[in-house]
């Protein structure tokens, strides 16, 4: 154990009585990286200049008592779907290959205002459409427990940074589980808050509806510290909630004493691993012993959210990727005619399954398609949400497992809709607009963590971390990767 | 075989706005003209990654205030759609527009037109924002044979707001009278520079045939690149004409969309369309349902200033002859200005009306100059003088003139000026004395029965009295003397 494996809690505590300046978490951070990343591969850029001046700066800020916080000094990762002015952006796509954007995302800013150090940009599967960072076109992330096998994704690569200790923390962006379902892989904490909250503006687009970016951790108290300094109201951001946000630290030790808690019925048998069923089990039964009452829910209609995911996702990005055409920045592929400039260019620099998705989309949209299927995965998200809201008029929160397997070896999942199941639990969340969490409990019998998940009402945060917080206190997690150990 | 006269012509107009808001429709950078390419610019109107919309406040005013001009109704809910199709000037390679619910729909603007009223249906007015300029380099600056093109997206972005007619329209004559009228209303909301020649305002006309009001509607052609009201009117003359010969002849009209050359005067194709585009529309996921509250519509309502057609139906009330109340209805506002004002100081509406959008308007062309400063009470004194026989017709131009000039009030002028008319009828008459005295033979003529000649009699009296005097006194008179 060393600097690179504090929680940012203990590592801003330190900060202020002396133990370590920032040089030393930041330089502790690139040294790990050093260590791990020819074979993790958890950046695709590593800004080693700029991240030891920040912490010089954040030292030298702390020194004159001008304290911004938790964040202050702490290294952080950034997935590389958000802009950061002047430093490759690519989303992990050729398309974008040399791309600085000139200007930074409101969460860079936030997170540059909280006095965080930008460690670099970490990998992810191409414009975030994956589940195990396979699809990044500049090579996968490995998951540190097991080299061998994916961290998930599509923020595996922000996953994987903060389980193997080459960032405190990181930030991910979920639009069907690609913040908790990487979290879970990788034995980590993945919180996707309620969509609004969090400024997409900068943030690459996948699905405009259903992206929100969020904090990958190693606590829960780590997520809550994560995400105070980047939530909040942004006038950039159209769809950004402009009311009233609630104090997320307001509930967070109150334990679960009198707490209903949901099971979702759907989420379990049949492609649900037995290690993952038994974890959820247990966690309940720990639960169950702390006061809380754990009762089934049937959602039916969480059995048509991956179709509805499949339909509206694919659609929103078939728009969204459209810019990226060849005439403006990044990969130009030239042609005879402008049209087949932008083909060519779009056929080049796209990967397979960001071709699939906008085609799927595109047909989706098309006329005569429109009612058949966009429509009715409308219709589906509509009736999924109300089911929802149903079922917390009678329960505080809901949970299941976050991923219905463990980490699995690469090219495991070639075929499309084997990947697609990974986020059977993840995506009604999103769907819903609701914020989730993962939170680590175990490891299955070969080592490999397995996470829970906590889903709970728009803006019940809070809540929603006093039940994470309490399971990780019940679940009493500390298990490191063996190739940590094995560096020390 | 048929008979040209049964053709009926049905055509609907698309007209787009640009608003001159400050700002652009979804991002801050300003909305400005003939700056340096590219130079407005900014991640959200560039299409950069991450960047995203937000919608301009006042454009939804503006739009609001346009529907209720126009009026239609205005929907308290409505919503922005994605209209997807790739465009080298299109940055995101999908426009941000309105599908099935606009702000503004089912309205109606009423239209002059060959001395009759014709009342044009408004299907819809929706907000929606322009692309970005190409300007293609080489043969004749169309896309075909251009070498090179290069864009500029200074305009990308640009609040733009289209308004859709009911297919209502029987002439173009008519059409062009509704792109005018629609332009005029416009203009006066003050939301648009309004200038054709700039493309702040730019029509496209939907055409088609048929046989007689109750035949089924004929396949449209859709006529872009008219830059002006007369090319309007020339184009879509051209198309329905091209379109009866086509079908005469046997021949079917393709449902396609043609480009006005404005040089050889007629319209050419650009491309077929195959059915309608597939423009994939799907709500916009950036941006949240567009509110106007009944409130706000009741706030934009009561900012309302009074339109040309309004102006036109208050001042035919008062008295002006409907031609002429029509005229100053769409006059500039210095004008309109000061109608109001010489009618206040006591001219009767009509003579102040008629002196106005005649004489006044005739002087200052004459003279060249785009506004003048003057009294509007002068005015009212010529016209007080001439009803009381103070001043002849045409001594009152004279008069206008010094009044123009800043020599002073009416009367002042007339003095200074001589123009009183005569009121000593002594006078008048040894002035008639001395012309039938030195006009022997006109006077043998009339006398002959050639009643006409004492028209250049009468002349002659206003001429040795330098038209001061009163040419009714004068003809009864001479007649009177003649007999």
Redo the contacts between chains.
Sequence with gaps: MGLADLTITDAAAGLRSGAHSSLDLTEAVLDRASMTEAEIHAYLTIDRDAALGAARAADAELAAGEDRGTLHGIPIALKDNMCQRGVETTAASQILAGYRPPYDATVVTSLRDAGAVLVGKANLDEFAMGSSTENSAYGPTRNPWDPGRVPGGSSGGSAAAVAAGSALGALGSDTGGSIRQPGSLCGVVGMKPTYGTVSRYGLIAFASSLDQIGPITRTVDDSVALLEGITGHDPRDATSWAGDYPDLRSEIDKGVAGKRIGVVTEFAGEGYEPAVTESLSRTLDQLSDAGAEIVEVSLPTVELALSAYYLIAPAECSANLARFDGMRYGLRVDGETTEEMMARTRAEGFGPEVIRRILLGTYALSAGYYDAFYGQAHKARTVLRNEFAAAYEKVDVLMSPTSPTVAFPFDAKSDPLAMYLSDVCTIPSNLAGDPAISVPVGLDPQGLPIGVQVMAPAMAEPMMFGVAKTIERLAGFDARPTMLEELA | MSDTATWEPVIGIEVHVELATRSKMFCGCAVSFGEDPNTNVC?TC??????????NGRAIEWITKIGLALNCDIAEWSVFH?K?Y?Y?DL????QISQFDLPVCHDGWLDVDADGETVRIGIERAHQEEDTGKSLHLGDGGRIHAATE?L?DFNRAGVPLVEVVSRPDIRSAVQARAYAQTLREVIAELDVSDARLEEGSIRFDANISVRRGPNAPFGTKVEIKNMNSFRSLEKAVDFEIKRQIAELEAGGEIVQETRHWDEESGVTTSMRTKEG?S?Y???TE????PLVVTPAWQEEIRATLPELPHQRKARYIDLGVDPQTAGALGSADAMLRALFEETVAAGAGPRSAANWITGEVVAWMRREDVVGIDVEASAIAEMIGMIDANELSTSAAKDVLDGILRGEGGARQVAESRDLLQMTDTGAIESAVDAVLADNPDAVERYRGGEQKVVGFLVGQVMRATQGKADPKAVNGLLREKLS
């Design positions: 991640p560039l299409a950069l990654p991450g960047a995203l919309p937000v919608t994605r997807n790739f080298a940055p995101k390679n999908y093109t864009l309608s597939d994939r529309y799907f996921p950036d941006l949240v």
